[in-house]
Structures are given as structure tokens and as C-alpha cells.
């Protein structure tokens, strides 16, 4: 794939978070790993006027290259890259399902087999930082320790991809297993797996019907 088809991957997929109802307006953003770093959405501008040369190059000494300011999130971009080598997407959006979980504080643990997609028995939450800081990224970065997706508390969510179709497919999951949680919480309380479950499931997913990640 060249730069530019992977720029305008990157306008796609942007634009299909929105479309999907994951992301509204400005919020999000996506990156995709490129040479020795990545490409992501600049900041503060509409993904339906966003051109292929508005997305930023960010490289391993974290210079950002383009006529544009990076998505204002690009530290967590940046560290997902750097500690996890199989990444090669990123998609971070304000969910309501999610976010509504994550401001309360919630991981999502093992109501349903599908949390296992995100690469453990629980979606973690990670405590509050304010956007943009090494706080933030630190408190993401371990949150997502054997995961490949997290929430963020008082803020949204956090997915991963060995393709930005894959990373993408995983926040609509991440999302759907939220409002699942959150719609089982009203009713009662959620029968949980238990941990040997859920390896199996993990497992089983390697081998067998794999979902996209
Ligand atoms: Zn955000």
C-alpha cells in the first residue's frame, strides 16, 4: 500500500465511525502505523473536509510532519505503537455506550463470551487523565496490557488493529458489548463467566471463526 492509499484508508474509516453511529462529529480519531511511525487525523477538523495531505505523519521521535496539528490524542496513538508491535491501527472514539460505562467508572467484565475479543476475560477502564497527556497514555497503555482495547474513564474508548478495518470492527464490538452490559444492568445482574470460560473462548478464537482484529 502506498502513503497516499493509506491516507485516504484513514478518511475512510474516520468517516465510517461516524457513519456506523460510534463517533459524532470531531471526537474521535484513527491512525494507521506507517515506516517508522504512524499517520492520524489531524486536529479539529470535520472528517467530510478532511484531504488526504490534512492527515499528520508523527515519527519515532514523535516530530509530527504535515501542514496540519495532529488529533490532540496522538501521545496514546504514539506509545500503542511503540509497546505493542503487532498494532498497526488505531481508533479512538466517544462511544455512548462505552463512554456511558466509562464515565461510571466500569470495566465491562465477562457477561458474554464476546468480551474475549478484545484479548481477555474484561474490557478494562482506565482511570481519568486529562485528554492529550502522558497521564492519559500511561494510564491507557496499562489498561491495555493483553488487550487490544480499553475505555478511558470520563472520556471514551480505545481500539486496536493489525488493520484499520480490523480496529475499526473491534470498536463496533466494543461499543455493542457496552450497551449490552449496561441494558443487562438494568434488568438485574449479569450471570458471569468464569475465567477458565473464557480462556477457552480466547483460544478458540485463534483457531476457529477468528472475528477481524
Ligand atoms: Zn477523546
Known amino acids: 500500500m502506498t502513503e497516499l492509499q493509506l491516507r485516504k484508508q484513514i478518511i475512510t474509516i474516520a468517516l465510517q465511525m461516524n457513519s456506523l453511529g460510534i463517533n459524532r462529529g470531531k471526537s474521535g480519531n484513527v491512525s494507521a502505523r506507517w515506516k517508522d511511525g504512524f499517520l492520524v487525523t489531524p486536529s479539529g477538523l470535520p472528517y467530510e473536509t478532511t484531504k488526504p495531505a490534512d492527515i499528520v505523519f508523527i515519527d519515532a521521535k514523535a516530530r509530527a510532519r504535515g501542514k496540519r ?16 508491535d503487532e498494532v498497526h491501527a488505531v481508533v479512538h472514539t466517544h462511544s455512548s455506550f462505552a463512554t456511558t460505562l466509562a464515565c461510571l467508572g466500569m470495566a465491562v467484565p465477562a457477561f458474554h463470551y464476546m468480551v474475549a475479543i478484545a ?6 477502564c482506565a482511570p481519568y487523565a486529562t ?10 497503555l496499562k489498561a491495555m496490557e493483553d488487550r487490544r482495547a480499553c475505555l478511558l474513564a470520563n472520556h471514551g474508548m480505545i481500539s486496536t488493529g493489525t488493520s484499520l478495518a ?8 466494543v461499543e455493542a458489548l457496552c450497551e449490552q452490559y ?5 434488568v438485574g445482574k449479569p450471570n458471569l463467566l468464569s475465567d477458565d470460560e473464557m480462556i477457552l473462548v480466547i ?5 476457529y471463526n477468528a472475528p477481524a482484529h
Open 69 to 84: 496539528a495532529p488529533s490532540s490524542e496522538w501521545r496514546f496513538h504514539f506509545d500503542i505503537y511503540r509497546a505493542k
Open 119 to 124: 484479548g481477555g476475560n474484561s474490557i478494562r
Open 131 to 140: 485528554f492529550g497527556t502522558q497521564t492519559l497514555s500511561d494510564h491507557a
Open 166 to 173: 480490523g480496529a475499526l470492527a473491534l470498536a463496533v464490538e
Open 182 to 186: 449496561w441494558r443487562a444492568l438494568q
Open 203 to 207: 483460544e478458540k478464537f485463534k483457531t
